[in-house]
């Protein structure tokens, strides 16, 4: 191709990778898999699903090692064992659950029992978030929290101005509309690396109970697992290195050719085959693989197997029923003679 044809086609070239740019930057910006993340300090790369307990579905096959159940925490002195999974609802039937509503009791990731009731401690979470150097997880919108008030109008430590009004007058203070906002049960989960919890069947999990907040509505947990160690920095399902040089080797095989082709066309004025960028150089190429083709091929004919015919007739010193020459030479003559007859 001539220098001409080489800067029209330069233009196209820089349009195609411009474009060859912002997709792979559309890649990266990619909404992460859910249940993961990358630790800003270190790069490390987080992956909580496999710690998510999900029942197989129905005839689908069910692995020895396969839990049935969700995880669960001891609460000692709270008086009530709590139930949680990750990244996932709960597997347990709930049923009735204090203050949730019933289409979203299938969302409970985390609950206990208590007095007979079921209340619930958040909704489902995909989303980890690190806090300094800890690997966090909330779970909110749960049931209901205890009303502080009632609790310390029953217990009788009000203050002295709310009951009898304020020191200035001595009158009682007017009743104020109180706003009615409901507060709600939330968790708190750190995650702790622990590599002795490593099994390559199945990710064992210890969930600890940590506390709760006097009003019960805020709870903690810590759940310690080899997947909280992290592991290579990167994101599943971004663009390798072999994809990009292949893509860009592509683009520019098109701009070589369409470039080349608009140039013959346009300038030369070129029809035909001939409107190929470097035709001579291509038919050139294309007539030496044929030949090359055509020789090998001819050269391995020679060593086919071929029928017998008439130039394979037995002679002399053959086995078998064979006629000498001499003999052969008289019954030719005889044969003349009768034809001159």
């Known amino acids: 191709m001539r220098l001409s044809s080489l800067s029209f086609s330069f ?6 990778l411009s474009l060859l740019r912002l997709t792979t930057a ?8 859910p249940c993961t993340t990358i630790s800003p300090r270190t790069g490390a790369y987080y992956d909580l699903s496999p710690m998510a307990v999900v029942l197989p579905e129905e005839g689908g096959k069910v692995r020895k090692d396969d839990r049935n159940q969700s995880w669960y925490a001891r609460g000692y002195d709270y008086g009530a064992n709590f139930t949680i999974n990750f990244c996932a609802p709960v597997v347990e039937e709930l049923g009735h659950v204090v203050g949730v509503s019933r289409d979203m009791v299938g969302n409970v990731s985390a609950f206990y029992r208590k007095d007979g009731q079921v209340f619930s401690l958040g909704q489902l979470s995909t989303e980890p978030i690190f806090r300094g150097r800890k690997l966090v997880m909330n779970y909110t919108d749960g049931s209901p929290c205890e009303d502080l008030d009632r609790r310390r109008s029953l217990d009788g430590d009000e203050d002295e101005d709310d009951r009898w009004g304020d020191d200035e007058g001595g009158k009682e203070k007017e009743d104020k509309p109180r706003k009615s906002t409901v507060r709600r049960k939330s968790t708190l989960i750190s995650f702790l690396c622990d590599q002795e919890s490593y099994d390559s069947s199945r990710p064992k999990v210890a969930v600890s109970f940590v506390g709760w907040s006097p009003d019960e509505c805020a709870y903690t947990f810590e759940a310690r697992s080899h997947l909280s160690c992290g592991g290579l920095a990167k994101q599943p399902e971004s663009t390798g290195p072999g994809a990009v040089f292949g893509l860009i080797a592509v683009i520019t095989v098109c701009v070589y050719v369409l470039g080349g082709i608009a140039y013959q066309r346009t300038v030369m004025h070129q029809r035909g085959w001939r409107q190929i960028p470097n035709y001579a150089l291509w038919a050139g ?8 083709f055509i020789i090998m091929f001819s050269s391995c004919a020679r060593f086919m197997p071929r029928r017998r015919g008439y130039n394979q007739l037995p002679s002399e010193g053959r086995r078998g029923r064979g006629i000498n020459r001499e003999e052969e030479n008289g019954l030719i003559d005889s044969l003349d003679e009768e034809w001159n007859d």
């Open 285 to 292: 190429i294309v007539s030496f693989v044929s030949d090359f």
């Open 26 to 33: 559309s890649d990266d910006r990619k909404d992460p898999k």
């Open 11 to 16: 233009p196209y070239l820089l349009a195609l």
